[in-house]
């Protein structure tokens, strides 16, 4: 009888009768694998309801803040619009370091130490880089631009117009030409450098209404720091599993587990879990 | 990926990155070309052609730039975390309960959508009981659904 069902599991035939009666992993995948799944499984619902709540308050604004202003700043260049270059190039870093991921796998299958050490080493530099990225683009909102999780200065025109005062808040002069905005546009209000008061400077729409630029949807600064903040504490995790799980192969632990170095499979598992999430996460705050 | 040979496998990394890659290009593009307009041009109360030919345009912008990043999801979860390899049981227990969601999205983004339409509605009856003081009494006439929002 035992002998059977090892042979039908060698043979891979997992709709045999007896494939849940007991001695056979019925998955084909260790308690840990398995696990590790059915732990992305539940964190992907946690995003989920983040995204969806996003999603939700979203829909609930006739207006919202443009990606391609809120997110327009590059390093060392502060005069420089960049719509979404930078956003682009995190993105980037993080499937580079999902495919070094994957190279480490591959290395592990093999049992080549070497090989995973290094592949693991590049993947962590990979993410160690996305979290500076980050938190310079924090940084940039919190410092620069004064959007806090109850005050957002982004938000859109809903009708063409024109302003009634210069970027500094002061009335045109005679004879200047005043800056038009389109229906859509972004914008975002400015701080007076001194004063540290807000600049709303007044406009006149196409159909005649007069007022002065307000501030966007309340909800946006919370989402954005909690939901980026969430997937940003994800990454420095994996970073820090990422690094035992590197010293622990550069040591030698796996090479005695003689099992293809699962450890380094499981913990890549969760890698490119962090990744996808990225996916959903730049689609809905950088990209619609 | 048991059945592919080693290098057969490095290749298949680089056509990964090279895929995903080209569509988060294709998808940064496409959302700078269409300058975030996505949302806020739904919904408008008096619809033009033109503005009709907008909103289609808008739709389908929003379904492929949906559609481009479940390939890249299904790109990673398929051939970067191996589901596919994965026996069946396996596969179908991890993805079934993800079908739930379908669900969540519609009915909280119809939610959000309802409370746009309350807001817009209180705003509007405020506007109106300013503008005219001799009809202060209107409230009124509210009907009931009207009466629950304002409580």
Redesign the interface.
């Known amino acids: 009888m035992s002998s059977e069902a090892t042979a039908v599991h060698a043979h891979g035939h997992d709709t045999d009768e007896h494939l849940w009666d007991g001695g056979t992993p019925p998955f084909k995948a260790s308690y840990g694998k398995l696990m590790m799944w059915y732990f992305l499984l539940t964190d992907a619902f946690t995003f989920a309801g983040f995204l969806i709540a996003y999603g939700a308050l979203r829909f609930s604004s006739p207006i919202w803040p443009v990606p391609d202003v809120v997110f327009e700043k590059i390093p060392f260049f502060p005069e420089v619009k960049a719509p979404l270059v930078f956003v682009t190039f995190m993105t980037f870093v993080l499937i580079a370091s999902s495919v070094t991921m994957v190279r480490a796998v591959q290395e592990g299958q093999r049992e080549n130490k070497n090989g995973v050490v290094f592949w693991m080493f590049l993947t962590i530099l990979g993410g160690a880089t996305f979290l500076s990225c980050q938190a310079w683009e924090w940084k940039t909102l919190i410092v620069d631009e004064h959007t806090t999780i109850h005050t957002n200065p982004f938000s859109a025109h809903t009708e063409a117009g024109h302003f009634l005062e210069d970027a500094h808040g002061h009335p045109y002069e005679a004879g200047a030409t005043a800056e038009t905005f389109r229906e859509g546009d972004g914008y975002l209000i400015h701080q007076d450098h001194e004063t540290g008061e807000w600049i709303q400077r007044a406009y006149e729409t196409e159909s005649g209404t007069k007022g002065r630029l307000q501030f966007g949807p309340k909800a946006f600064g919370a989402l954005f720091f909690f939901i980026t903040g969430f997937h940003g504490f994800h990454v420095f995790s994996g970073v820090c599993f990422l690094l035992i799980i590197m010293l622990n192969a550069a040591s030698g632990t796996y090479v005695k587990r003689k099992n293809g170095y699962e450890m380094v499979e499981k913990i890549g598992l969760y890698w490119h879990f962090v990744d996808l999430v990225w996916v959903f996460v730049f689609l809905v705050f950088y990209l619609l | 990926m048991g059945h592919l040979s080693?290098e057969e496998?490095?290749k298949l990394?680089i056509k990964?990155?090279k895929i995903?890659?080209a569509i988060?290009?294709i998808?940064?593009l496409?959302?700078?070309l269409f300058?975030?307009?996505?949302?806020?041009?739904f919904h408008k109360d008096h619809m033009s052609d033109s503005q009709m030919v907008t909103m289609a345009l808008v739709g389908i912008y929003?379904l492929v730039?949906?559609s481009l990043?479940l390939y890249?999801?299904r790109f990673?979860?398929y051939n970067?975390?191996h589901l596919g390899s994965?026996?069946?049981?396996?596969r179908w227990?991890?993805l079934m309960?993800?079908l739930l969601?379908v669900w969540?999205?519609i009915a909280?983004?119809q939610?959000?959508?309802s409370?746009?339409k309350s807001?817009?509605k209180i705003k509007k009856m405020n506007t109106e009981q300013i503008d005219s003081p001799q009809h202060s009494s209107s409230y009124l006439e509210y009907d009931e659904e009207t009466s629950k929002i304002l409580i």
């Open positions: 080693y496998q490095k990394v990964g990155l995903l890659g988060t290009i998808e940064v496409l959302a700078l300058n975030g307009h996505i949302i806020s041009s929003g730039m949906i990043s890249k999801a990673i979860v970067f975390m994965e026996v069946s049981g396996l227990s991890v309960p993800m969601l969540a999205i909280f983004f939610e959000g959508n409370w746009k807001r817009e």
